[in-house]
């Protein structure tokens, strides 16, 4: 149980295009939802709270024009990389925080995007 | 806001040796500590993860225990083995309300040497 998926798994796209990366959780409903990015040998860095039916909250310093985020139902959450440079290639990892068990956080298995 | 300190960054055992990972929090209403560990490539896993209410849990090889007065917690592994080579992430969250982001150490890269 508490499976969540991320699709696709990873991404080239060439500079300026957008890029749209789906966060699923599969067996569970899912209230809020997380965007992580993760540099190389680095930690976890929380992009953007994800609500179903209300606008994400975004941490200071992170665009919210750059990346759209959308949670239009308890099972799926989208996040948009509008006009990609190749400083936003990394790798994109979201997280689904299950109702009844609502602090617990189950990761999907990461997007990496490459832009060129 | 919170903030999460974790040492060392990395840590090399011999296999059948003990590892502790060790974390400290700044904000004494987080309440909620878990810990994930990450192979290359892959999603962070849940191991173990504790509340504010309890001072210590086990499960099997791994335990983790929680000083609240001192904010801080840290990760044992007992007999280590190849397979628990891995990086390991502490977190803590203020889960309530309309709150529960998981903050993140900057991770522990545990190397076990067969």
Redesign the interface.
Known sequence: GAV?SQHPSWVICKSGTSVKIECRSLDFQAT?M?WYRQFPK???M?MA?SNEGSKATYEQGVEKDKFLINHASLTLSTLTVTSAHPEDSSFY?C?A?EVRR?????????TRLLVL | GENVEQHPSTLSVQEGDSAVIKCTYSDSASNYFPWYKQELGKRPQLIIDIRSNVGEKKDQRIAVTLNKTAKHFSLHITETQPEDSAVYFCAASRYGGSQGNLIFGKGTKLSVKP
């Not at chain 1, 609502?102 to 990461?110: D, I, W």
């Open positions: 969540v809020t997380f680095q930690s976890l929380l709270t990892i997280s925080r609502a602090e617990t956080q189950y990761f999907g298995p990461g």
